[in-house]
Structures are given as structure tokens and as C-alpha cells.
């Protein structure tokens, strides 16, 4: 896949312990963003932070399941992530979306070697 120019970045900030059908929402974001041929998808793991509800989420030391801010960062043409979000409207039942133009320098898959 080629991806260069204008495009779109989906950032999606939800709590870790969402679940969507016993497993983490941001899992099945990802795997459905895949699925649907999507450039990438990203998930990443706060250490704090509140959303609407003004509730502190934070990570506690020698806890391995925390209520901590994750989020999911996608990037590819607007008309692709317009249509995924159908998908996202299913999935997120509280949280944050947005939506930003971004302009993409390098998109390239590396070696492993």
C-alpha cells in the first residue's frame, strides 16, 4: 500500500477495560482496522489522565490490570477512515474520537533484518 500526501490521522482514547464481546475494544479496533485494509493502526498505553466524567484513570505500581487511558491512532486516506467509521461508532461507546488532516512525509515498511 502507498500512502503519501494528504490523508487522515483517527485518534481514539478509551479506557483499557472497555470490552466489546470479552475482549478489549482497542483489540478489535486493530483487528478490524486491519481487516478493513487500513495503512496501520496503533495502540498506546497512558499512565493517567480523565475524559467527561472527570474520573482520574491512573497506573498503579505492581498492578498489571489497570483502568488507565489507552489510545488508538489510524492514519490513511480520509475516504478510507470514513468509511470505518461505522465501525468505530459500534465500538466506542464512550470516549473521545476526532478526526485530523495530516500530511504523510514517509510510509514505507522496513526490513527485519
Given at each position: 500500500?502507498?500512502?503519501?500526501?494528504?490523508?487522515?490521522?483517527?485518534?481514539?482514547?478509551?479506557?483499557?477495560t472497555d470490552q466489546h464481546r470479552?475482549?478489549?475494544v482497542y483489540a478489535e479496533i486493530v483487528q478490524r482496522a486491519r481487516k478493513a485494509g487500513l495503512a496501520g493502526a496503533s495502540v498506546f498505553r497512558g499512565l493517567e489522565g480523565f475524559g467527561a466524567s472527570s474520573h482520574m484513570h491512573q497506573l498503579h505500581a505492581l498492578s498489571l490490570t489497570e483502568d488507565v487511558p489507552?489510545?488508538?491512532?489510524?492514519v490513511?486516506?480520509?475516504?478510507?477512515?470514513?468509511?470505518f467509521m461505522p465501525q468505530i461508532d459500534e465500538l466506542v461507546g464512550h470516549g473521545l474520537v476526532l478526526r485530523e488532516p495530516v500530511r504523510v512525509i514517509t510510509y514505507r515498511a522496513g526490513s527485519k533484518g
Open positions: 500500500m502507498r500512502l503519501e500526501g494528504e490523508a487522515e490521522r483517527l485518534t481514539i482514547f478509551i479506557e483499557e470479552h475482549q478489549p489507552v489510545v488508538i491512532v489510524i490513511d486516506e480520509p475516504d478510507r477512515i470514513e468509511a
